[in-house]
């Protein structure tokens, strides 16, 4: 396929310019343009489809270490990582996804402002209303994915700095919990699974 190096780059402004190449060289109203136009929507949702393939991955992904950051069998005593070295394992997988959010975010706005180009030189209207509601939920779902990794990199930092403290615990605890707001509420408490303090932060 054509734009398939584009897709390769995440080069959403080269994108953008790919799609509306060429559709003036054949004139308004003719057949050629129509069928052109018609062939740039369809590379459009197929697009939209890549997009949201690749979201759908993350947020399984994703799922898959906020439970393993999440409280266990709803007791509130937070499941982490437990060495400096799993602490990392899942700083790379929060850079990996947020990675990918930057590749989709890219491709929406090339597809979003491709959509416009082409929108602007076509006589059929009706299906770009279409494809800027796709667009729209692309950028949703990145959107709120953003938020999660978010959250859950502060998590995982926290954590990261904890582990080697967790490793001196004079009671030689395995897991590190959540951190919680200390009484004045200014700063975070870090504990071990036992509630052995391990300082604050």
């Known amino acids: 396929r054509p734009l398939s190096p584009v897709w390769q780059s995440g080069d959403g402004e080269e994108l953008a310019v790919a799609l509306g190449r060429g559709i003036e060289d054949h004139p308004l109203g003719s057949e050629a343009r129509k069928s052109e136009c018609q062939r740039r929507r369809a590379e459009i949702l197929e697009g939209v489809m890549q997009i949201q393939h690749v979201l759908g991955e993350t947020e399984r992904d994703l799922e898959g270490l906020e439970l393993e950051l999440s409280s266990s069998a709803g007791s509130g005593a937070a499941v982490g990582p437990t060495s400096s070295a799993e602490a990392g394992n899942a700083s790379r997988a929060l850079k990996a996804f947020s990675g990918r959010l930057q590749w989709a975010a890219s491709m929406e706005d090339g597809l979003r402002r491709g959509t416009d180009t082409i929108a602007s030189l076509d006589t059929e209207v009706e299906d770009y209303a279409v494809l800027a509601a796709c667009l729209g939920e692309c950028r949703a779902r990145y959107g709120a994915l953003g938020r999660r990794i978010a ?51």
Do not use: I, N, W
């Open 151 to 201: 959250a859950a990199s502060v998590t995982v930092a926290a954590l990261a700095a904890a582990a080697d403290a967790l490793e001196g615990c004079d009671f030689s605890c395995t897991q590190l919990a959540l951190p919680r707001k200390d009484s004045r509420g200014s700063g975070s408490l870090l504990t071990c699974r036992e509630g052995h303090s391990l300082g604050s932060f």
